[in-house]
């Protein structure tokens, strides 16, 4: 048996995202984020304290994302042949179980100034709102064009628009505080952007941990791609079939199939050349196929290895 592998050139989701963009974003970040834990210590505000958190757990996000695209930029090597491009999956993971981990701690905090409300700074909390509103509104926009190709990329971007959003919240609270002294809606928006936060962080956690776990692409409808393959002339089955994400825009499939006839290499190319088509309508961009004839192994779709 002999192994038939063909390949593409692979559309890198990073083309469009400048690590210029992502260091600038960085500096943004960690500027707000120690602004607003010295205004919320001065002001005593837990929610400002909160958004300072989320904004740190952005500069993690940011920083891990931008050493993984760095990374993603080194070239294959016999002792890495894929290279480092899972490096973005294991960052989204750490992303999502770090804003995970601050919502746990925030939901806390946030109850006991539910119970026990604290007199607040009500300006302090208004003017860094307000500045944390236009760094993330600039973050946003300067890795905007990479979120929709990258599950590292649109983590980091997540950490950055749901900071904006709850950056307006803190401050819609600065001013409630301000004008009507009402002290405990410190505690509610704090408790809103903890809940925000597991809601945004638990989507992202069960996606990378899909791709870690090399689960089969949702995406991918497994019966009609057998179908479609299995049709061709002269295939006369399809088995040992293995779909997964190298990364999150990245479908790698390979498989076993059997021949009705002893054909040639060239002859075989010839229908590898419609499988390769029917993949890539399905978004597979890397397939491995191993042709069989007479070859009395297990048949089955999908083969539990001993």
Not at 41 to 62: C, E, K, P, T, Y
Request: with cysteine; hydrophobic share 50%; net charge neutral.
């Amino acid at each position: 048996m002999g192994n038939t592998h063909h390949a593409h050139s692979h559309v890198h989701g990073h083309e469009n995202l400048k690590g210029k963009n992502l260091f600038i974003s960085v500096v943004l970040n960690l500027g707000i984020t120690i602004a607003q834990v010295i205004g919320g210590i001065l002001s005593g505000s837990m929610a400002l304290l909160s958004d300072a958190l989320h904004n740190f757990s952005d500069v993690l996000s940011l920083l891990i994302t931008y050493f993984t695209y760095k990374l993603a930029q080194k070239k294959y090597t016999r002792k890495h042949t894929f290279g480092y491009r899972r490096g973005e999956i294991l960052a989204a993971f750490i992303n999502a179980v770090t804003l995970l981990i601050i919502a746990v701690f925030l939901c806390y905090e946030a109850i006991n100034r539910i119970i026990v409300p604290h007199p607040i700074n009500s300006m302090v909390v208004i003017y860094l709102a307000i500045l944390s509103i236009l760094v993330n509104g600039g973050s946003v926009l300067l890795i905007q064009k990479g979120a929709s190709k990258s599950l590292n990329i649109r983590s980091a971007y997540l950490h950055l628009f749901t900071d904006m959003l709850t950056s307006v919240a803190v401050l819609a609270g600065g001013l409630l505080m301000k004008y009507f002294d009402l002290f405990w809606v410190d505690g509610v928006i704090t408790l809103l952007i903890a809940l925000f936060l597991i809601f945004s962080g638990w989507k992202v956690l069960l996606e990378s941990v899909n791709i870690m776990m090399m689960f089969s692409p949702k995406d991918v409808d497994i019966e009609t791609l057998v179908r479609k393959i299995e049709a061709i002339d002269g295939i006369k089955n399809l088995h040992h079939l293995h779909l997964w994400r190298l990364t999150d825009n990245q479908i790698n499939m390979e498989a076993h199939i059997d021949l009705e006839q002893d054909v040639t290499i060239s002859q075989f190319e010839e229908k590898l050349k419609t499988i390769e088509k029917i993949a890539l309508g399905m978004n597979i961009v890397h397939i491995t196929i191993q042709p069989e004839f007479q070859i009395n192994d297990d048949k089955e779709l999908i083969h539990r290895h001993h």
